[in-house]
């Protein structure tokens, strides 16, 4: 019986769209996609993700791969990238309406010291009984280890939780540990998708 829901936050409770950040200070889409393809998904952001990296690192480390005339789009981004976070309220009402059921629901997220910048709604924080964020234990997904932290923090049993997350690495650890598991992209999935799809997990 699924008894905990274990949600993901980027593009599943959060839309993360690196281009469209990036857009906010270029009107150039072709250069708009490398910059975000160099800062968001190189090793630079997986580092940070896990506070392994400064942020000064990196923004030097970005800007050697980038024209001279983009760095203070780095800068820029760097200290506002959070700000343009748009929450999923479909998705979290759906969450209160479970919790109201008496499902408990966690998170468990890769994400940069930034993420204490998100401007949560107090109540729809409060959904939540507790959070595994990779950046204040130095791992995260699809490492073993922050699953493990996640169950043993919270006295949690694999096989009573629904993880959902957006990618398919992800999901596949959590699988081999015991988990339950439904993929959702906020983007690639309508909610009734999603809805039936947990229902038939959910009411198995």
Known sequence: MIKNIISDIGN????????????????????????????????????WDRDLITKSEIAKSVKSKLR?????IIDKILNTWWGYMVFNEELLDFYEVQKSKGMK?????????????????KERKSLFEGEIISCDFKVGKPDPEIYKLLLDKFELEASECLFIDDLEQNLQTAKELGFNTLRYHLKERSMDEFIADFNDIVEV
């Open 12 to 47: 599943v409770i959060l839309e993360f769209n690196p281009e469209i950040i990036v857009l906010k200070y270029t009107d150039d889409m072709k250069r708009a996609q490398e910059i975000a393809s160099v800062l968001f998904k190189g090793e630079e952001w997986y580092k």
């Open 68 to 72: 001279k005339s983009e760095f203070h």
């Open 105 to 121: 629901l966690y998170l468990l997220s890769n994400y940069s010291p930034d993420y204490y910048e998100l401007k949560w709604d």
